[in-house]
């Protein structure tokens, strides 16, 4: 009896762990890992010119939002060649209906001409963004964007 009784003690003090500590982690690591890969897919689109590089990690909301974004380079004749160089969880909140995160990102841009050269137009930015994401088929999508603030720097660590 006694042995049955630290058997369970041991499997509810774990599970208790599990939802105090281990689920949130989870979470969290689910939500950064879908900006990730939210931000690779962009780097794509960015390189082609086409939203639809998004269509399995961002809600046809967002990805309207980055096409007209595209757009714009188009009328400009530019392509970006993006390459997201850190990204840092600073918070993030998961509730029934989505989630939000708060993160750093650092990215090196360098602009492409319609040839694919670059213009030299080359910058690093450090940027502040507030993400929604929504669930969708079992995973995370991405659903909108906030610039919350960025800063241009010419090189990284500055």
């Known amino acids: ?3 049955s009784a630290l058997v369970l003690f041991t499997v509810l003090l774990l599970l208790a762990a ?7 982690w989870l979470q ?8 990730v890969e939210y931000d690779l897919a962009l780097t794509d689109a960015f390189l082609t010119g ?15 939002s980055v096409a007209s974004y595209l757009g714009l380079f188009e009328l400009q004749g530019i392509r970006l060649r993006a390459e997201l160089i850190s990204l840092e969880l600073i918070e993030s909140e ?3 209906d989505g989630a939000t995160a708060e993160v ?17 137009d080359r910058n ?4 502040t963004l507030r993400y929604v994401l929504v669930r969708s ?17 010419e090189e990284v660590g500055q």
């Open 50 to 64: 086409d939203s639809g590089e998004l269509s399995a990690v961002a809600t046809p909301n967002q990805r309207s």
């Open 28 to 35: 969290e690591r689910s939500v950064k890992q879908a900006i």
């Open 124 to 127: 690093v930015e450090a940027s």
């Open 1 to 3: 009896m006694r042995k």
């Open 104 to 120: 750093q990102e650092l990215w090196r841009y360098d602009g492409l001409s319609a040839d694919g050269l670059s213009t030299g």
């Open 137 to 153: 088929e079992g995973r995370w999508m991405i659903d909108d964007v906030v610039v919350i603030s960025t800063e241009s720097r």
């Open 94 to 96: 998961v509730t029934q």
């Open 18 to 24: 599990y939802l105090f500590v281990g689920r949130p």
